[in-house]
Every structure is written in structure tokens, then in C-alpha cells.
């Protein structure tokens, strides 16, 4: 089994070469997409660099001309996938590769689809309150609307059969990304599996992104596609 490890780029110089560092530590067979999306702090920097003198050859880099959101960022990503699993890693420290291996185990039975990478199954650290009840709040509006039982919605670590992600489609071009793929998979009755995965969160003064709009907009995205007409999900 092949992972395609798409990794959405937006101004995280300072943890980029890090978090690919920890990407290609984990022992698995795997291709990095990596996805500038209109980086101005020097990530591309970085990522000319590995261009020129390229450390590894199962390294992909493409890039967006200007900011597009991270929904875009991803589907870019995903023209470029070959493996037979995607996982969406964020280019911060937030989450942990190490993980890999727990999320990938469900997919040794051919019917899994789908699996999360939950923060609430194991004890983790928390950023904010806000944050945190945000987070836990689209988990039972999720739940409320598709009668799941997830417990984190909004994990980054969300991976998908390439066949199903594909056949999905991605339609958002921001942090919407998120509820629109639960909403397809809930929608068309795909269970989720979660896996416990570790979290350290980082604040807004250390370039985190996502902001309470955000949350508000991912219950907008949860609504539409529970009631989108069955032909319009794809």
C-alpha cells in the first residue's frame, strides 16, 4: 500500500523543512506532494532549494501562482496523487507522522474507506477554549445532522482510498475543505474510522490560521451537502 502525503503550504518556512523531515522519517512507502499555495515569507525559498538539490526522490512540488485557500491547495495536490491512500498533513509541528502507521492499520480491511485521525481519543493538549469547543461543537452538529459518531471533524489528519477522494471531488477552496468531505462521506453512508492521534496545538502568534469565521462557515458546508439533492454530491 502506497501513501500520498499532500502537504498544503501557505508561510510556514520556519517549520516546513521539519515537518518533511518527520514525513520521510516514518518508515512507509510513501510520495510527498507538497502545494505552495502563494507563500511570501521565503517557503518558497525552501522549496527551490530542495528543487535544485532535491533530497529524496518521491517528492512532489507544485505551486500556485497566488493564495488560493487550502481546499485548492489540496485539490492541486491530488491531480498529482499515485499512491492507493491520501493523507492531508498540515506544514505546521501540530501533528505528528509518527501516527502513520495506526491510521494506515484499518485500511488492511479492503472495505475501510475512510479514517480520522481523532485529538479526543487520547489525552492531548489543548490551544484555547474557544478553539477547542469549536472543534468538539462541528463534531455534534456533524453527528446531529448524518447520525455519525465522530469526535473530531476537524482533525487534519482525515486519509481516503485515492479511488474515493477522487471520485469525491473537491469543490472548496478554503479551510471548508474539511466539512465538505465529511458531508460527502456521511452523505453517502461511508463510515468514518477513528484512530487516537497525538495533537500539539500552536496559537494565532505562532501562525496558526483558522479563525472562529472559519467554524461558522464549516456549519454552513455541513448543512448544504445533508441536503443537497442525492445527483448533486459528487
Known amino acids: 500500500m502506497k501513501l500520498s502525503v499532500i ?3 501557505f508561510n510556514e518556512k520556519a517549520t516546513l ?3 518533511v523531515a518527520r514525513v520521510q522519517a516514518v518508515d512507509l512507502d510513501k510520495e510527498l506532494i507538497l502545494v505552495d499555495d502563494g507563500s511570501t515569507d521565503g517557503s518558497r525559498d525552501v522549496l527551490r532549494g530542495w528543487e535544485a ?5 518521491n517528492m512532489k512540488i507544485v505551486y500556485h501562482v497566488q493564495n488560493q485557500g487550502k481546499g485548492a491547495a ?8 499515485n499512491g492507493d491512500v491520501v493523507i492531508i498533513q498540515d506544514a505546521d509541528l501540530e501533528y505528528d507522522p509518527q501516527d502513520y502507521h495506526a491510521l494506515l492499520a484499518p485500511f488492511a480491511d479492503e472495505t475501510v474507506r475512510v479514517v480520522y485521525g481523532s485529538r ?4 492531548n493538549p489543548r490551544s484555547t477554549f474557544s478553539f477547542y469547543w469549536g472543534g468538539r461543537l462541528l463534531s455534534w452538529v456533524a ?3 448524518y447520525g455519525s459518531r465522530i469526535t473530531d471533524e476537524a482533525t487534519c489528519y482525515k486519509l481516503f482510498r485515492a479511488n474515493l477522494l477522487k471520485e469525491l471531488g473537491i469543490e472548496s477552496k478554503g479551510f471548508e475543505f474539511c466539512p465538505e468531505m465529511t458531508g ?3 452523505r453517502r453512508g461511508i463510515p468514518v474510522h477513528e484512530v487516537p492521534v497525538s495533537y500539539q496545538p500552536r496559537l494565532w502568534h505562532e501562525g496558526k490560521k483558522i479563525k472562529w469565521q472559519d467554524g461558522l462557515t464549516a456549519i ?12 448533486q454530491t459528487k
Do not use: Q
Request: charge should be positive; avoid cysteine; glycine fraction near 2%.
Open 120 to 123: 479526543n481519543l487520547r489525552p
Open 184 to 186: 460527502k462521506i456521511l
Open 143 to 145: 453527528n446531529l445532522l
Open 220 to 231: 454552513w458546508v455541513l448543512l448544504k451537502y445533508r441536503f443537497k439533492k442525492p445527483h
Open 74 to 81: 489540496i485539490a492541486t495536490g491530488l491531480t498529482r496523487v
Open 7 to 9: 502537504i498544503p503550504i
Open 17 to 19: 523543512a521539519e515537518v
Open 53 to 57: 538539490n532535491p533530497p529524496a526522490d
